[in-house]
Nanobody, 118 residues
Framework: QVKLVESGGGLVQPGGSLRLSCTAS????????MGWYRQAPGKRRELVAA???????NYTHSVKDRFTISRHNAKNTVYLQMNSLKPEDTAVYYC????????????WGQGTQVTVSS
């Protein structure tokens, strides 16, 4: 079994920054991909950013140049540095981990709330 534990959410003013962290523990020691999704009230869950174990990253258009995803493979930890936050970034952010891209198996964290408001 795999457990993903997120931290770093909170309330921030527009233009501010937050850093999310997610650490995976359990029976799997390597993940092909790790990433972050978010879900705002009344909206579908959407991919924010993902990164391969070779550190190739991709971002949804709305966060490019503001968010940076990174990972520490030895710690099975993925980070999301969020700068220049906007009210529309308000959502529950979920960590995601994929052991193998050729399998449908994936794991989710419990979610962490990010609120951008003055």
């Amino acid at each position: 079994q795999v457990k993903l534990v997120e931290s770093g959410g909170g309330l921030v003013q527009p233009g501010g920054s937050l850093r999310l962290s997610c650490t995976a523990s359990g029976s799997i020691f390597r993940f092909d991909a790790m990433g972050w999704y978010r879900q705002a009230p009344g909206k579908r869950r959407e991919l924010v950013a993902a990164i391969s174990d070779g550190s190739m990253a991709n971002y949804t258009h709305s966060v490019k140049d503001r968010f940076t995803i990174s990972r520490h493979n030895a710690k099975n930890t993925v980070y999301l540095q969020m700068n220049s936050l906007k009210p529309e970034d308000t959502a529950v952010y979920y960590c995601n981990a994929v052991p193998s891209v050729i399998s449908s198996t994936q794991y989710w964290g419990q979610g962490t709330q990010v609120t951008v408001s003055s």
